[in-house]
């Protein structure tokens, strides 16, 4: 195979690779969006019946008082009514930091 012959190859191989990555990013990153929006699904589901440890973080059942951990006091709040603004009342995502609606600052359990 002589030189020519090879840096053409080359270049194909390199143009249908990028040409590849390039048809295929957006896709990748649809998909990465689907992954988030179901993981933040997921979260908010599965908040509305845990609650945070306050003191280790550790994750319990809506129905148990005290921490299985450390016995420190539960909150009365699950991780998704402590998404729910003070202020405003909307219902934002598990892990938000500042309300959707407002953008007054979440107590954010979840986030040690
Ligand atoms: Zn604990
Ligand atoms: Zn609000």
């Known amino acids: 195979m002589g030189f020519l012959e090879r840096a053409i190859r080359r270049g194909v191989r390199d143009g249908v690779s ?7 990013q957006p896709t990748v ?5 689907q992954a988030t929006t179901a993981a933040q ?3 908010d589901e599965v908040g509305k019946s845990i609650k945070i440890c306050p003191s280790c ?9 005290f921490c299985q ?11 998704s009514e402590s998404a729910v603004c003070a202020k405003c009342g909307t219902q934002n995502h598990v892990g938000s930091k500042f309300c959707q609606s407002c953008g007054e600052k979440l ?6």
Do not use: F, R
């Open 18 to 24: 990028n040409a590849v990555s390039k048809a295929l």
């Open 57 to 65: 973080g550790e994750g319990a059942t809506a129905d148990k008082k």
């Open 69 to 79: 951990k450390c016995g420190t006091a539960l909150p009365e709040q699950t991780v």
């Open 29 to 33: 990153n649809q998909l990465a969006d």
């Open 107 to 112: 107590t954010d359990t979840i986030q040690q």
């Open 41 to 43: 699904q997921y979260a």
